[in-house]
């Protein structure tokens, strides 16, 4: 797996969920999409794109939004939240 437009924060949530859930890399196929990236010397901002998941086993997809500000409760970057969500749902059985 590597991610070249998701901050390593993001990566490193993302890792963090895979061990709540008993789940592995190997499981899952991912790729990112930038939507902006900053000029050149410009000072880094985050990255705002897409990352899309797909299950291995079942080939289910979902796309989430990367980057930008959460004003989630939760401890973890909103797409990880949402991948997690998406989980518990059976969305890639």
């Given at each position: 797996m590597t991610l070249r437009y998701v901050h390593p924060s993001e990566v490193k949530d993302f890792h963090t969920a895979l061990r709540q859930r008993g789940l592995g890399l190997g499981q899952f196929d991912l790729s990112d999409t930038p939507w902006r990236l900053d000029p050149p010397g410009a000072l880094a901002g985050p990255t705002i794109g897409t990352v899309t998941i797909t299950s291995r086993k079942s080939g289910?997809?979902?796309t989430y939004k990367t980057g930008g500000v959460s004003i989630s409760t939760s401890p973890l970057i909103?797409?990880?939240?949402?991948?997690l969500r998406d989980v518990d749902q059976g969305v890639f059985d």
């Open positions: 289910a997809t979902r909103p797409w990880v939240t949402e991948f």
